[in-house]
């Protein structure tokens, strides 16, 4: 969902770096072949991600929801020499898609996928990250904060995708929402935990960015 007006939004992205070649074309096959492609960051969301990354310039990043892997690719740039991304998504059937633009990057041999769930997988990663990226199912999103905050070291950044949830957040809850619900409970719970410090971005669906204290 885009909360600014259509010349603004357009105007921001002509401002805006431009999306690189690479990243255009695995927009344009994710829009031709695979399903639900407004799940993809695309141009300028991914370059927020990307100058966040480079800001950070961590040494490890986490990613939560691989999708084809475009927010990897962007997150990517911002890695150290010797850095590592390991991104980690449950459906199996986008890897080879994933995989493709991955090795036609320069950060090929950085990245790495973990096919499965998420709270399961993360346990077994003995890696302190700098940068995580959380944008998979959003019943779980207060799960996954809890079971990787503790793991940050201080000074690390956590970016959360669709918080604002197309405008549902300021909505009466409908019915048996429980996405809506437990985005509620975590915009809530990062405004008030005292190991973290928040601000919401109103990006495209909203990108909050939470630094451990």
């Known amino acids: 969902m885009y909360f600014l007006p259509d010349a603004i ?7 805006s770096e431009d999306e690189p070649q690479l990243l255009q ?8 072949k695979i ?3 407004r799940m993809l960051s695309g141009g300028y969301q991914g370059r927020v991600l990307s ?13 939560i929801g691989t999708y084809t892997g475009y927010s990897a690719l962007c997150l990517a740039e911002g890695l150290q020499p010797n850095g590592e991304l390991h991104t980690i998504d449950i459906n199996e059937e986008l890897f080879d898609f994933q995989r493709k633009y991955f090795d036609k990057s320069i950060y090929g041999k950085q990245i790495f ?3 499965g769930n998420a709270l399961e997988i ?3 990663l003995d890696i302190s990250f700098d940068l995580v990226f959380v944008d998979a199912d959003k019943e779980n999103y207060v799960n996954y904060f809890h079971l990787i905050v503790d793991r940050l070291p201080s000074g690390a950044v956590i970016l959360s995708d669709n918080v604002l949830w197309s405008g549902k957040v300021v909505q009466k809850v409908v019915g048996d929402d429980i996405s809506t ?6 915009n809530q719970l990062l405004k008030e935990d005292s190991r973290v410090e928040t601000v919401i971005l109103p990006i495209r669906d909203g990108l909050t960015i939470t630094r451990k204290k």
């Open 25 to 32: 074309e695995l927009n344009r096959e994710t829009h031709l």
């Open 181 to 186: 619900k437990v985005l509620l409970k975590y």
């Open 113 to 115: 996928q973990h096919i």
């Open 35 to 37: 399903l639900q492609p």
């Open 51 to 63: 100058i966040i990354s480079k800001l950070v310039h961590p040494k490890n990043i986490l990613e």
């Open 9 to 15: 939004d357009r105007y921001v992205e002509l401002h």
């Open 122 to 124: 993360i346990p077994t």
